[in-house]
């Protein structure tokens, strides 16, 4: 294909500007305006020959130079544009990583302090829960002596008081005549029946008072043991 002169006059100039614009990509943005300027003004002031050659390849190349110089300066703003808009969203979002990883650390080390909190007070319950426990084991034990006690002082009481009886009334039927040997067999009998039963009575009793106090004794221990393992579980828990 043949092209004139003017054609071949701004396909150089046009060959020019793309050699301009792909050594501009290693420019920095504010000189790429003044870069393609520059060489798109030496490129027309070397091509004499061609405006002589052509009248309108001058005026032609003129216009061209000025599309072109509009056109890379608009480029060259938008890029700088973009890479500020670019600068600016990358800023935003390393702020806010920021911030979020010092809210995600501030609240791991809140909720450590809290379980530690937790912990120390679940620890002080428990130890203060078993230290009442001891206590109060403690004193059921000496009330359980102390009734103990009591329990072998009444049994001792009461068989001192019988026999005491008895001897009363033995000595009152030795000093019965003969005559009232009946009576006295008979006096005997109802002694005997009579100490017996008391003893019996006597006996019975001690042993509801015993089952009594050690049933109240082992319900207080059971539930000592049962508040304690509530509190183990929720420890553990």
Known sequence: ????????????????????????????????????????????????????KAPNVGEQLASLAHHLLQRTQSLAAEHVALQHQQQGQNDAQNAALMAMY???ETSVKNLTDQQRVIVEKLG?????????LQEQFKRMQMVHDEQGGHIERFMNERLTQTLQEVQRESKECKLATSSQAE?????????????D???????RQIQQLV???????????????????????????
Not at 3 to 21: G, I, K, N, P, Y
Not at 41 to 47: G, K, L, P, Q, T
């Open 1 to 52: 294909m043949v092209l004139t002169r003017a054609q071949q006059a701004a396909r150089e100039a046009t060959e020019v500007f793309d050699e301009d614009m792909e050594n501009t990509e290693s420019v920095e943005p504010e000189d790429v305006a003044e870069t393609s300027e520059t060489a798109m003004i030496a490129h027309v002031e070397e091509a004499p020959s061609a405006v002589a």
């Open 102 to 104: 010092a809210l995600t």
């Open 124 to 132: 002080e319950a428990l130890n203060a829960t078993h230290a009442g």
């Open 183 to 195: 009576g006295i067999q008979r006096r005997m009998q109802e002694v005997t029946t009579k100490v």
């Open 197 to 203: 039963g008391g003893l019996e009575q006597i006996t």
């Open 211 to 237: 089952e009594s106090k050690l049933a109240a004794s082992q319900k207080q221990l059971c539930l000592g043991q049962e508040a304690s393992e509530l509190v183990q579980q929720q420890v553990q828990a």
